[in-house]
């Protein structure tokens, strides 16, 4: 009956091509690829310049170097030995910083529109003239520790996470946290951080990213002028990883810690990533995320969980894909007071079991895919966050063209896709099912 | 996917909110056929809206007992309004593809929506069902409370909410800016459907609200639209609140929890964001402890001494009180050396920046403006935020000019003003190696 109230509203279509943000594309003869996106709102830019590296490109033995890496790129360089990139940017109003994933580096700069050449002087720079010095790998090997420490370590769930996604692969090395494990972190020398520079940051690794007051044509000349004569590298390896056996045995985690206050349980299953000319399973299994948890009590999990049964306090699904190999399809809930994780797991079991039996309520697939297609417009709003989406895309073994085609693609799956993928992803001999909760016995404080 | 940032971001400057350059001249003020008043920047590049209402009053107002109840209340709102139940509320809203965020702070309580131009009709009659007509359904009261109560189980283990409380406590002895805005696990047990009708009523007013609207939408448009969304809610029953003294003196407190990595929070007196030096005194905490890699905080504990990953200090400018704070966190072996180090540093800069110090926050701020807000959300809550803080439209044409003005002497005088080393308060919660208590 109510339901009712709702279905009148549903007339929001794909967004119109004048909606979608004007996009372009070059490659230098070095092999650094470009995109300009052009908002003219105001007089801003935001450069990034993102490398196809991550921690899953890490040499065995080695996890944390990119992201130690990262840290690096900000001091002395043989042009500036003091250090100042942050500086500089700063004494130009601009804001900066860097970011780390399984799959890719990003360096970028928020900054007045008319400064765009200086930063990019600024990021080849230090593309291949980094000095590296023993003080400097030591300061920031401290900081690097008292990262992990401020964001791992004092975290239970965080701890917990690092452990199931240990089980989850058991030979990609998605498996290895990106900040890296201590003690490698602790043992990485100057040798190991030379070599990792040399071979990946090269023009031929890069994406540079600029989206702003600016045109295809000004960013492409400044790109030439200022990245153009870098060399690339010439030892460039292909980017496979060792990939994920078939996976035949359903694994269990369990994380005990005294400063858990709200016990939870997360399952994760190995799942496809979006996949260049191929992200129809993808596009379904964000689908499938949004209709089990991406919206509290409106999705399967919390209408079940926390609506009708009143035994969960929350829960969710999540689903991202943008990753370069298979990574993860998750699930969570934290049950109510006085409900026991295993019961909250067989509450979560049956949502699950009764969702493949139901199929998909077409209204409820309306809705998730409007709040998708809405994101489109919402997404043009956010310069550093459209930026983003065209870095990930194409650090991911994406294409523009694939990230054009994204919505289309999401418009087009029906609800037979929707069960085909939950069908074939939520199995549980591909499934880590981790708790998180104090140890028996001990109440938190 | 996992990002790791290099820096954390510190707390949001929103006293000293700014524009992008084009939007500087841009904001018009609208009346309402109904007499309610908001600033506009018209943005008509992206067919969508974003509308920041800010409702003076907040969980300050809580009653005795009753901690928590603003917040309850707030939490409600999209749990079941008028016609609809909390799933089919939060279905429609899904189906209109429009944002809705409810929020509750000490002084004030505010509702940011973003929506679609296409569906902005139906969108503000959705959220004027939440703001005029919530349930509370004894059942959508009972999942709101006890989701309330996991989080404040969760706060009583996590070492920032349990130094939080510390320094409350430390800071406004009995004022009501001592109690946490989510209350007592006893309060939120406790609280019924009358005390958030009440609760409601105290809260959202049709002349107690503070708005910014940018986006897809003009003048004319805008005016009847705010009668209709707000013209149903009641006038704000009076209230008053004692300023609150705050008690900060030096010290350190460490609080014995179990973890790796210790926190410390700290800071003391602060400026009220009427006081003539609040603009100099913003500068000088951007030179010691703001969000950049120069700061000689930054500089000194993560940049020199590798003791931190970020650290950053701020001006809280609230309705009743005004305090300068801190926060770090240090490895329990580092936490000794860099507490002394913060000491350090907080009696240095009483001493006075340099000329040079001064130049590049002065490049920084004024060249930094155009670039804190790019989204049409950001610029609804700056503006906003100007007319909370009392200041003119045309703020953002003089402001700049007003910091490049700013002379050493100024600086260093609101410096020596600002940061007292003999009230600095420190709480530190975690298990640091060498450092004791110190009254």
């Known amino acids: 009956m109510r339901l009712s109230l709702v279905l009148g509203f549903l007339a929001l279509a794909l967004p119109a091509t004048a909606q979608a943000p004007l996009v372009s594309t070059f490659t230098l003869e070095n092999g650094l690829q470009g995109v300009v996106i052009e908002d003219h709102r105001a007089p801003v830019v935001t450069h990034m310049l993102w490398y196809r590296v991550g921690a899953a490109d890490e040499p065995p033995g080695k996890s944390g170097i990119a992201h130690f890496f990262e840290h690096l790129m900000f001091k002395a360089t043989t042009n500036r030995p003091d250090a100042d990139f942050s500086a500089v940017v700063e004494s130009n109003g601009g804001d900066d910083n860097a970011f780390t994933s399984q799959d890719y580096t990003g360096y970028y700069q928020r900054v007045a529109a008319d400064r765009l050449g200086l930063m990019m002087a600024m990021e080849a720079d230090r593309m291949r003239n980094l000095v590296l010095s023993p003080d400097d790998m030591e300061t920031e090997r401290a900081v690097v520790l008292e990262e992990r420490a401020l964001r791992t370590e004092s975290e239970p769930g965080a701890l917990m996470s690092e452990a199931r996604s240990a089980a989850l692969f058991q030979n990609h090395p998605y498996g290895i946290p990106v900040i890296g494990w201590r003690h490698e972190v602790e043992a990485l020398n100057h040798a190991d951080l030379l070599a990792f520079y040399q071979r990946y940051y090269a023009p031929n690794n890069a994406v540079l990213v600029v989206a702003g007051d600016v045109t295809p044509a000004e960013v492409e000349a400044l790109a030439r002028a200022h990245y153009g004569p870098l060399k690339p590298s010439e030892n460039l390896p292909a980017r496979v990883r060792p990939q994920e056996p078939p996976q035949l045995a359903e694994r269990r985690v369990i994380f005990e810690d005294q400063r858990v206050a709200s016990p939870y349980l997360v399952r994760i299953y190995l799942a496809q990533n979006r996949q260049s000319g191929n992200q129809e399973q993808a596009a379904a299994l964000s689908l499938l995320a949004d209709l089990l948890g991406s919206s509290g009590i409106a999705s399967e999990l919390g209408r079940n969980l926390q609506l009708e049964q009143e035994i969960a306090v929350s829960t969710g699904a999540w689903y991202s894909g943008d990753s370069l190999d298979p990574d993860e399809f998750g699930l969570f809930v934290v049950p109510s007071q006085g409900v026991s994780l295993a019961d909250a797991e067989a509450a979560m079991d049956e949502v699950l079991a009764n969702f493949a039996t139901e199929g998909v309520d077409p209204v409820q697939l309306a809705r998730v895919k409007s709040t998708r297609l809405a994101n489109e417009i919402y997404g043009m709003d956010d310069q550093f966050h459209l930026a983003q989406r065209y870095g990930v895309a194409l650090t991911t073994g994406l294409t523009l063209d694939d990230v054009a085609a994204w919505p289309q693609v999401l418009d087009a799956v029906s609800a037979e896709d929707i069960m085909q993928a939950a069908a074939e992803v939520l199995q549980m001999r591909r499934s880590v099912t981790a708790y998180l909760r104090a140890p028996a016995g001990e109440n938190a404080q | 996917m996992t990002s790791l940032f290099r820096t954390i971001l510190g707390a949001a400057f929103i006293a000293l909110?700014?524009?992008?350059?084009?939007?500087?001249?841009?904001?018009?003020?609208?009346?309402?056929?109904?007499?309610?008043?908001?600033?506009?920047?018209?943005?008509?590049a992206i067919p969508m809206l974003a509308i920041e209402l800010n409702f003076r009053g907040g969980a300050v107002l809580d009653p005795v007992g009753q901690e928590g109840v603003t917040t309850l209340m707030m939490g409600l709102l999209e749990e079941g309004a008028g016609e609809y139940d909390a799933s089919a509320f939060l279905q429609a809203t899904e189906t209109l593809a429009a944002r809705f965020r409810f929020n509750t702070g000490q002084d004030s309580v505010n509702v940011s929506a973003q929506m679609l131009t296409e569906n902005r009709t139906e969108s503000l009659a959705l959220l004027r069902v939440a703001l005029t007509q919530p349930r509370f359904d004894a059942v959508d009261v009972e999942r709101v409370r006890r989701q309330m109560l996991s989080g404040l189980d969760s706060d009583a283990t996590d070492p920032d909410a349990i130094a939080f409380e510390a320094f409350r406590n430390a800071a406004y002895g009995q004022h009501p800016y001592v109690r946490n805005t989510d209350g007592t696990r006893e309060s939120v047990t406790a609280l019924d459907q009358a005390a958030l009708r009440d609760a409601h009523a105290r809260a959202l007013s049709r002349d107690n609200v503070v708005i910014g609207v940018v986006g897809d939408i003009t003048a004319e448009e805008l005016g009847p639209l705010l009668d209709e969304l707000l013209g149903d809610l009641p006038l704000q029953p009076a209230f008053s609140v004692p300023r609150a003294d705050v008690l900060l003196t030096a010290?350190?407190?460490?609080?014995?929890?179990?973890?790796?990595?210790?926190?410390?929070?700290?800071?003391?007196?602060?400026?009220?964001?009427?006081?003539?030096?609040?603009?100099?005194?913003?500068?000088?905490?951007?030179?010691?402890?703001?969000?950049?890699?120069?700061?000689?905080?930054?500089?000194?504990?993560?940049?020199?001494?590798?003791?931190?990953?970020?650290?950053?200090?701020?001006?809280?400018?609230?309705?009743?009180?005004?305090?300068?704070?801190?926060?770090?966190?240090?490895t329990s072996d580092s936490m000794a050396e860099a507490i002394a180090v913060l000491r350090d540093e907080w009696a240095r800069i009483a001493d006075g920046v340099t000329e040079d110090e001064l130049n590049v926050a002065k490049t920084y701020l004024t060249g930094n403006y155009p670039l804190q807000f790019d989204s049409n959300g950001e610029i609804a809550r700056a503006i906003t935020g100007f007319q909370i803080a009392g200041l003119p439209r045309d703020y953002i044409e003089t402001r700049n000019e007003n910091v490049m003005a700013l002379t050493l002497d100024e600086v260093n005088r609101v410096a020596k003003r600002l940061f007292d080393p003999s009230r600095l308060n420190i709480i530190v919660v975690g298990q640091p190696v060498g450092l004791e208590s110190q009254r």
């Open chain 2, 251 to 330: 010290a350190i407190n460490v609080i014995d929890f179990p973890t790796p990595q210790a926190v410390a929070l700290f800071g003391h007196q602060g400026l009220s964001r009427d006081d003539p030096d609040y603009l100099t005194a913003f500068v000088v905490n951007h030179i010691f402890g703001g969000r950049v890699v120069t700061s000689r905080l930054n500089q000194a504990l993560r940049e020199e001494r590798g003791l931190t990953y970020g650290v950053g200090t701020s001006l809280s400018p609230m309705d009743y009180a005004a305090l300068i704070t801190g926060r770090f966190s240090s």
């Open chain 2, 17 to 44: 909110a700014s524009l992008p350059a084009k939007a500087a001249t841009d904001i018009v003020e609208v009346t309402s056929p109904g007499g309610i008043t908001a600033w506009l920047v018209e943005e008509h």
